[in-house]
């Protein structure tokens, strides 16, 4: 990793994880130990709270906010006949709700959807990845009880970067409240290190779909019940520029838009093997195929690789 692409990084708090001196370990414990008792009795519904919001889409541009005194309404927008999908930011959270608009947009021309969106203001309230690490725990309650409160059923669960943290913790929070798992969980990006809840994503959803597009160098391995690392998972094509914090983004972003273009046009990728010694991907000689995206599979399981344009559209069937 370059020294820019690592300060650029470092300023953007996405989670680089770096071992300190004690005092500093201490500082950092401290810090998060204090985010977390911040918000611990914070009703996350409440007016006044803006931490966590969550907003009812029935088409792509307007949400309505999910309130405690709107509920009987919301209620009544919610088609018990449509796919259910509830939608998590990443860090920061400037910007991050971008890529989603286009998500939603071609989810809606497949066809009737309810979409919550788990929108939580990290930038706001100066949280760090670390300090979002130490809240998910939390956050997931609250976002569990409301899904409960509205009656959310059998939803896929879709997170970027630290929204994945809080997703897989709603998750768990479900099971045990309900002794049921979310059926499909996908996840864009993540950030992957002893402390994460994604390790034990697989106990609370039946599927889970990953999406490696290039964040982190060298790539993460496998963790759900398919994994798709466009590109082997590192850089990709289209996002070199001379702005290194342009050039972060486009890549943290990339696994959304290549999602999102899934939606309505079918690919496959080619199955891979993850070197744990080498942290990188490679293309098997037999290899077999599986749909990409939305279209994934949850009868197949394992690693695939999928080559991709560096502009939009990115996706093209080469297999």
Excluded at 55 to 65: S, V
Excluded at 74 to 102: C, E, I, W
Excluded at 112 to 140: C, M, Q, R
């Amino acid at each position: 990793m370059s020294p820019i692409l690592w300060w650029i990084c470092a300023l953007l708090s996405c989670g680089w994880a770096h071992e300190g001196a004690p005092d500093a370990a201490y500082e950092q414990k401290k810090k998060s130990s204090e985010a977390t008792m911040r918000f611990a009795n914070v009703d996350f519904l409440s007016k006044e709270e803006t931490l966590v919001q969550v907003f009812l889409y029935r088409e792509p541009k307007t949400g309505m906010l999910v309130s405690h005194e709107k509920r009987e309404f919301v209620l009544q927008q919610v088609d018990p006949t449509a796919k259910t999908y509830v939608m998590f930011n990443g860090h920061p959270s400037r910007d991050s709700t971008k890529p989603y608009f286009a998500l939603r947009t071609a989810l809606f021309q497949e066809g009737p959807a309810n979409i919550f969106f788990v929108y939580i203001d990290w930038t706001k309230h100066s949280i760090t990845f670390a300090d979002a690490l130490d809240l998910a725990e939390s956050l997931g309650q609250h976002v569990g009880e409301i899904l409960i409160s509205f009656e959310v059923q059998n939803p896929q669960f879709i997170a970027h970067c630290a929204g994945a943290e809080v997703a897989t913790s709603v998750a768990k929070y479900l099971n045990g409240r309900l002794a049921t798992k979310v059926p499909r969980m996908t996840v864009f990006d993540p950030y992957i290190t002893n402390r994460t809840k994604l390790n034990f994503v697989g106990d609370f959803a039946d599927f889970v779909d990953v999406y490696h597009a290039g964040i982190y160098v060298p790539a993460f391995p496998p963790i759900g019940t398919v994994d798709f690392y466009p590109n082997a998972g590192t850089e990709q094509p289209g996002c070199q520029s001379t702005n290194e914090q342009k050039t972060f983004l486009c890549h943290h972003r990339r696994s959304i838009y290549l999602y999102t273009e899934s939606i309505l046009q079918g690919v496959n990728a080619l199955e891979a093997n993850y070197d744990l010694g080498e942290s990188n991907v490679q293309v098997l000689d037999e290899p077999r195929l599986a749909p990409f995206g939305h279209s994934a599979n949850p009868g197949v399981e394992g690693v695939f690789y999928l080559p991709t344009f560096g502009q939009s559209p990115f996706l093209m069937n080469y297999f």
